[in-house]
C-alpha cells in the first residue's frame, strides 16, 4: 500500500507500508530416515519519503524505513527491528555528464541452510549443521557513479563501499571419531566490500558493433575467529553485435 502527496512543485512525499511472507520446506532423507525441516521469514517495511528537485539538474531522495523482521526455524520465532534509511543524490551536469550519489542500509533475508539445526550430509567426507540462533546481517554502504554520455559512446566509473554487521561466516571442524568434517555457521564481525570500477563503451557501428572494456579492483575484509582478506585488479571486455531482422 503506498500513498504520495504532492508538496509544491518540487517536493513529491510518499508513505508506504508492505508484508513479505516466504515459507520456506526442505525434506532430507539419509538411511530410510527422513527429516523435514522448515524457515519461515516474515517482514513488515514501513516507509515514508520524498523526492525533492532542489534544481532543473539536481535532485534529492530521503527514505526513512523500519523493517519488522520475524524468523521461525522450527525452534521458536524470533522478531527484531531494524533502522533502514537511505539518501540518493542526482546531479546532472555539461549536458551529457551524470553523478549519482547514495548512502543505503538494508537487512539480508535469511537463508534455511543456514539456520537448521539438524544435521545433514554434504557428501562423503562433510556434514552440515545450522545455528538457529544467527543475526541478520545488516549492510551499510556508499555508492558513487559518474557517466558521460557521446555520440561515439561513453564513459563511466562506478565506486562503493559496504560494510555488512553480523556476517555469517562458515566454519569447518574435523569430527575425528566419524572421519568427517563439520560445516557450521556463526556470526562474525563486520564484513567489509570496496570496489571500484573505470570503463567505457565504443559504437564502432552504431546499432550494430559495440566494444565495452572496463578495469576494476576490489577488496574484502573479513573478519571471524581469524581476519581473511583480499584485494585485485582485474579487467574485463566484450564485443556486442547486432543484426537486424
Known amino acids: 500500500v503506498k500513498m504520495t502527496v504532492p508538496i509544491g512543485k518540487k517536493?513529491?512525499?510518499?508513505?508506504?507500508?508492505?508484508?513479505?511472507?516466504?515459507?520456506?520446506?526442505?525434506?532430507?532423507?539419509?538411511?530410510?530416515?527422513?527429516?523435514?525441516?522448515?524457515l519461515i521469514n516474515g517482514q513488515a517495511i514501513?516507509?515514508?519519503?520524498?523526492?525533492?528537485?532542489?534544481?532543473?539538474?539536481?535532485?534529492?531522495?530521503?527514505?526513512?524505513?523500519e523493517r519488522v523482521v520475524t524468523t521461525d526455524?522450527?525452534?521458536?520465532?524470533?522478531?527484531?527491528?531494524?533502522?533502514?534509511?537511505?539518501?540518493?543524490?542526482?546531479?546532472?551536469?555539461?549536458?551529457?555528464?551524470?553523478?549519482?550519489?547514495?548512502?543505503f542500509s538494508g537487512v539480508y533475508d535469511p537463508v534455511l541452510s543456514y539456520y537448521t539445526a539438524e544435521e545433514k550430509r554434504v557428501d562423503d567426507y562433510v556434514?552440515?549443521?545450522?545455528?538457529?540462533?544467527?543475526?541478520?546481517?545488516?549492510?551499510?554502504g556508499v555508492n558513487l557513479m559518474w557517466a558521460s554520455a557521446h555520440n561515439w559512446g561513453n564513459v563511466f566509473?562506478?565506486?562503493?563501499?559496504?560494510?555488512?554487521?553480523?556476517?555469517?561466516?562458515?566454519?569447518f571442524t574435523l569430527d575425528s571419531d566419524r572421519n568427517v568434517y563439520v560445516q557450521s555457521y556463526y556470526n562474525?564481525?563486520?564484513y567489509e566490500n570496496l570496489r571500484w570500477q573505470l570503463g567505457a563503451d565504443w559504437n564502432v557501428l552504431p546499432n550494430r558493433l559495440k566494444i565495452s572494456c572496463?578495469?576494476?579492483?576490489e577488496y574484502n575484509r573479513l573478519p571471524g575467529r581469524e581476519i581473511w582478506s583480499k584485494g585485485g585488479f582485474y579487467g574485463q571486455g566484450s564485443v556486442t553485435f547486432m543484426q537486424g531482422g
Not at 78 to 85: A, E, K, L, M, V
Not at 214 to 217: A, D, P, Q, T
Open 11 to 38: 517536493v513529491s512525499s510518499y508513505a508506504s507500508v508492505n508484508y513479505f511472507y516466504s515459507n520456506s520446506r526442505q525434506h532430507y532423507v539419509e538411511n530410510d530416515r527422513r527429516q523435514d525441516t522448515r
Open 46 to 65: 514501513i516507509e515514508a519519503g520524498a523526492n525533492y528537485n532542489v534544481h532543473r539538474n539536481t535532485s534529492l531522495t530521503l527514505r526513512l524505513q
Open 73 to 103: 526455524a522450527g525452534y521458536g520465532s524470533g522478531t527484531q527491528s531494524y533502522f533502514t534509511p537511505a539518501v540518493y543524490m542526482s546531479y546532472r551536469f555539461l549536458r551529457n555528464n551524470n553523478i549519482k550519489f547514495g548512502v
Open 127 to 140: 556434514v552440515r549443521v545450522g545455528n538457529p540462533d544467527l543475526k541478520l546481517m545488516k549492510p551499510l
Open 157 to 171: 566509473m562506478n565506486t562503493g563501499y559496504e560494510n555488512t554487521a553480523h556476517a555469517i561466516i562458515t566454519d
Open 188 to 190: 562474525g564481525g563486520h
Open 214 to 217: 572496463c578495469v576494476n579492483y
